[in-house]
């Protein structure tokens, strides 16, 4: 079955920054794409960044400049690296993966 652990969420003020970090397992994890989302309280979870097996990045246009989402295949790890942070980015962060797979999530708050 496979595994996603996401970590490195906390409390951070705003303008501040965190790396979030997805460690995969029992996956092959070149071949598969992988998204950040996030969901706010009373909130639809949201897409945040992704990128394809190819390295091809999307975001969110509301965190564009701000996020950034890499991998690194020897590691089998995500991440997202945020900057600039701003309360309204509070919400818990999962990592997914194309094909359906999705961690427990990791809580990030930025006070104002």
């Known amino acids: 079955q496979v595994q996603l652990v996401e970590s490195g969420g906390g409390l951070v003020q705003a303008g501040g920054s965190l790396r979030l970090s997805c460690a995969a397992s029992?996956?092959?994890?070149?071949?598969?794409?992988f998204g950040w989302y996030r969901q706010a309280p009373g909130k639809q979870r949201e897409l945040v960044a992704s990128?394809?097996?190819?390295?091809?990045?999307n975001y969110a246009d509301s965190v564009k400049g701000r996020f950034t989402i890499s991998r690194d295949n020897a590691k089998n790890t995500v991440y997202l690296q945020m900057n600039s942070l701003k309360p309204e980015d509070t919400a818990v962060y999962y990592c997914?993966?194309?094909?359906?797979?999705w961690g427990q999530g990791t809580q990030v708050t930025v006070s104002s």
């Open positions: 990128i394809t097996r190819s390295g091809i990045r």
């Open positions: 029992r996956i092959t994890f070149s071949i598969n794409g």
């Open positions: 997914s993966t194309s094909s359906g797979n």
